[in-house]
């Protein structure tokens, strides 16, 4: 019989007390860990004051013991709920025989993952990674191979190995685009922040790779111009279904499918970034199947881990994924049996609890909460939108001025719910998709009071001592990204 998760720990520490408990002296609370954290790790990150010591389901624990909700589910990435029994009981089981052979050797957990992926979603073969940024870096260079191999996109004259790398600056015309979306969120590697809209993300990190052309989120008619212009030179397009960082931006009805059919009749790879629109976060299993749409290109991350381990995938089919031989491409931790017994189970999760229907069904609840919210508050709450449990409010500035999207997540936090605000304007609610109606209500519950009794109090208290916040101009585009 396997160990439980807490045998299996409490026998990896005996007789290594220092490993197993803190020694004396060593901050324990919230606040000396947050001063800790500050001190000595980079900041590239604002959080909100709160710190994580025990979670299970839709609940977190702080190390006093004061409990939470969450609604963020680590930008989606616990769509099964924090510690999943059945997540825990694949790694704790998966830990004490083999984590990791690297992918000089073959091993016996990957093959079994490659074809539950198969089996799921219907593409020929997989390519396996980490995190969700390297999948991303993955499907663009996969793209390029195939841009150059099987639709003869000509090569640089100035190309790496060529003899005439000196011409590189002057050829970059005649290499293989790739072309993203306005408002788009990949990660933030130096490829793809390349593809940015937001300064922060870009300033500061030049010069940006080049190759990438921009065209704005649900327009298939710019998209179609684009491709008119210099689709003989596009490999790719790659785009989230439903832009989650921007704010939680769902396309028009219909865009997907027309994204598909021009992609198709321009011989351009559709490549969709499910990482954290897909497994069942929108309401099903991939956002792309609102529209029953199939990519040439899908990227999964976050979730396939539950929560638990970094986990990334690019599928595609042979005629795509081929393109790519040994020695190309790599990772000594992608597909290692460790992650590919995590990922198995928590797929399995999403299929036997039926979270993609719960996810859809709870979400639409969500959402006639949220508006009855914003019909008490209409000056306040600009716009509730959302599919599944994908859903974000975006507040009107100027009336709530100067109280903004953090302070409100700020007030939540002290209500008991945990959000996190993006571009400023716009609170994100993406709770696990295990929360239960009750929890889903309380949350709720927890917003209104902010907006009835914690708002006002904050305007008044705010109002003489902050000024106005200026614009936030895209140096890429000089759209106002706020």
Not at 89 to 106: D, N
Not at 129 to 143: D, F, I, P
Not at 432 to 457: C, H, T, Y
Not at 463 to 470: A, E, G, I
């Amino acid at each position: 019989m396997a160990m439980t998760t807490r045998r299996f720990f409490n026998a990896i520490c005996r007789g290594t007390r220092s490993f197993c408990a803190l020694p004396e002296g060593i901050p324990s609370s919230s606040q000396q860990l947050i001063n800790l954290e500050y001190e000595y790790s980079a900041h590239n990150y604002h959080p909100i004051p709160v710190v994580f010591s025990q979670a299970k389901g839709s609940t977190i624990w702080d190390p006093e013991g004061k409990k939470y909700l969450d609604f963020l589910s680590a930008y989606s990435a616990v769509n099964q709920g924090h510690c999943h029994p059945k997540v825990m009981k694949a790694l704790v089981e998966q830990a004490e025989r083999l984590t990791l052979s690297s992918r000089a050797f073959y091993n016996d957990r990957f093959p079994i993952f490659a074809e539950r992926l198969k089996s799921m979603f219907g593409y020929d073969m997989v390519l396996p990674m980490n995190t969700g940024a390297e999948g991303v870096e993955t499907a663009l260079k996969l793209a390029r191979k195939w841009g150059y191999e099987k639709k003869k996109i000509p090569k640089d004259q100035g190309e790496v190995g060529s003899g005439n790398e000196a011409l590189a600056p002057v050829r970059q015309a005649t290499r293989a685009i790739i072309v993203s979306c306005c408002g788009c969120f990949h990660g933030r590697t130096l490829a793809v922040i390349s593809m940015s809209c937001d300064n922060e993300a870009t300033r500061g990190f030049g010069p940006l790779l080049p190759g990438h052309l921009k065209v704005d989120f649900g327009d298939e008619v710019a998209l179609e111009k684009i491709f008119e212009e210099s689709g003989d030179r596009i490999a790719g397009f790659l785009f989230e279904p439903i832009q989650g960082e921007a704010g939680v931006i769902i396309p028009p009805d219909g865009y997907l499918k027309s994204v598909r059919e021009l992609c198709s009749k321009f011989n351009v790879l559709m490549i969709a970034d499910e990482i954290q629109s897909g497994l069942a976060r929108s309401g099903r299993m991939l956002a792309c199947d609102w529209e029953e749409v199939c990519p040439d290109v899908v990227i999964l991350g976050k979730a396939l881990g539950g929560g638990v381990i970094p986990v990334s995938a690019v599928l595609a089919n042979k005629d795509v994924m081929l393109c790519i031989r040994p020695g190309e491409h790599g990772s000594t931790f992608g597909g290692n049996p460790l992650a590919s017994a995590v990922a198995v189970a928590s797929l399995n999760v999403i299929t036997e609890e039926g979270l993609s229907e719960r996810s859809d069904q709870m979400g639409q609840e969500l959402r006639n909460q949220l508006m009855k919210i914003q019909q008490q508050f209409p000056n306040f709450i600009k716009e509730v939108r959302g599919k599944g449990l994908f859903n974000a409010v975006e507040l009107n500035s100027k009336a709530l001025f100067p109280v903004s999207a953090y302070d409100i997540c700020l007030k939540l936090k002290e209500r008991g719910v945990l959000a996190k605000p993006t571009h400023e304007t716009i609170i994100r609610l993406t709770p696990p998709l295990s929360m239960s109606l009750d929890e889903l209500q309380e949350g709720s519950n927890a917003f209104r009071d902010v907006m009835e009794i914690d708002v006002p109090k904050m305007q008044k208290a705010k109002h003489d001592r902050v000024s106005q916040k200026t614009a936030h101009i895209c140096d890429r585009c000089g759209r106002n990204m706020a």
